[in-house]
């Protein structure tokens, strides 16, 4: 099968079954919304780099939003800033779009990302792909056999 374009993600995607994501978008108003928009968004993927996730709402390219990654079996979710990157309908399903999101940089300045969090995607990255590496060892791999 050919790829059409360049895949530019530098980091290895992996499913978390079960996983969610509250978010809430930062917004310019003089009162600010302290409760989240969506909640219990399920995750499709993640990397260290971003996340896609489902939603009712469609979502602004280049908006800023905080969200909140809920992990099953993990007491504490993860906290995480990112930028909507795209945003594309989901017809015919229950949930209306699926979003992009690409996090902000991970260091110690004003709107980084807690460098504890690389560790624990890190960490999550490298439990649930390497399951998904086993399931496609037990299955055979990517390729047809002619019988």
């Known amino acids: 099968m050919e790829k059409k ?6 980091c290895i995607r992996f499913e978390i079954p079960g996983a969610t994501v509250n978010y ?3 917004r310019f108003s003089p009162k600010l919304k302290r409760t989240y928009d969506e909640e219990f968004c399920p995750i499709l993927d993640i990397s260290r780099g971003g996340l896609r996730f489902l939603c ?3 979502l602004d390219i280049n908006a800023k939003i905080k969200m909140k990654v809920s992990v099953p079996g993990e007491r ?8 909507v990157r795209w945003s594309a309908a989901n017809p015919g399903k ?4 699926q979003t992009g999101v690409q996090f902000n940089p991970y260091g110690e300045k004003k709107k980084q990302n807690y460098p504890g969090s690389l560790v624990k995607i890190i ?14 060892s037990r299955r055979g791999g990517d390729f047809e056999v002619d019988g």
């Open 123 to 136: 960490a999550l990255e490298q439990k649930f792909a390497q399951e998904e590496d086993s399931e496609d």
């Open 24 to 26: 809430k978008v930062f």
């Open 94 to 97: 229950s949930y209306k779009y």
């Open 5 to 10: 374009g360049i895949e530019r993600r530098a």
């Open 56 to 58: 009712q709402n469609k």
């Open 76 to 83: 504490i979710p993860l906290e995480i800033l990112g930028k």
